[in-house]
Structure formats: structure tokens, C-alpha cells
């Protein structure tokens, strides 16, 4: 069964910038839709990007979020850039035939990682 495990998360302080990573831990993602999704405390879960089996990307929270594939290195990633506190969340990345915003479009999820934006 496909595992994805994400990487890359820390503390950095507001205006920053963190590159997430999904990889995946059996298999491969090359096959799948993958999407990046947040949540944070007391708040819903929100779709942040996916990028497509052919390698189209959508953003879902505006043009501070860039989502890439890199086949040869068979990883998906993430990059967040000028961060506020705001972004404070647990960054999951899930595999699914294809991008939407909502995850139960997608069967398999890591165990996230966790952004921290703080001074």
C-alpha cells in the first residue's frame, strides 16, 4: 500500500519560507494526484494545493503557495513563501486519482508535519 511522509516543517518566523516535502515511503507517487492540506487547531481542514498526474498545478490559497512534482526524485513539494503567523498548521499530503480541495477526494494521507510561525 502507497505511504507518503512528509518533511520539512519547523518554527521560522513571519515572513519567511518553508519547502515542504511528501515522499513516498512504498511504491511511488508519479501514479497519483497529490495534494497539500493544513490544518490548524479548532480549525477545518483546507485544501492548499495539488498538483496532477501530468504535472498541473492548483493553488487554492492564493500565489504565496507553489506545489511541484520531481519525478526523478519521485517527491512532491511544497513551498510556502512570505509566511504568517496565520499559516500555523499541521501540513498533511494525500494521493488520489485527482485534485480537488476537499479530501475526501483522496485515499491516502501521511501523518503531516508542522509549521510554526512565530517571532
Known amino acids: 500500500q502507497l505511504q507518503l511522509v512528509e518533511s520539512g516543517g519547523g518554527l521560522v518566523q513571519p515572513g519567511g519560507s518553508l519547502r515542504l516535502s511528501c515522499a513516498a515511503a512504498?511504491?511511488?507517487?508519479?501514479?497519483?494526484?497529490i495534494g497539500w492540506f493544513r490544518q490548524a487547531p479548532g480549525k477545518e481542514r483546507e485544501g492548499v494545493s495539488c498538483?496532477?498526474?501530468?504535472?498541473g498545478s492548483t493553488n487554492y490559497l492564493g500565489g504565496r503557495f507553489t506545489i511541484s512534482r520531481d519525478n526523478a526524485k519521485d517527491t512532491v513539494y511544497l513551498q510556502i513563501n512570505r509566511l504568517k503567523p496565520e499559516d500555523t498548521a499541521t501540513y498533511s499530503c494525500?494521493?488520489?486519482?485527482?485534485?480537488?480541495?476537499?479530501?475526501?477526494?483522496?485515499?491516502?494521507w501521511g501523518q503531516g508535519t508542522q509549521v510554526t510561525v512565530s517571532s
Open positions: 512504498r511504491y511511488t507517487l508519479r501514479y497519483y494526484a
Open positions: 498538483v496532477s498526474r501530468s504535472g
Open positions: 494525500a494521493a488520489g486519482w485527482a485534485c480537488s480541495s476537499a479530501g475526501t477526494a483522496y485515499g491516502r
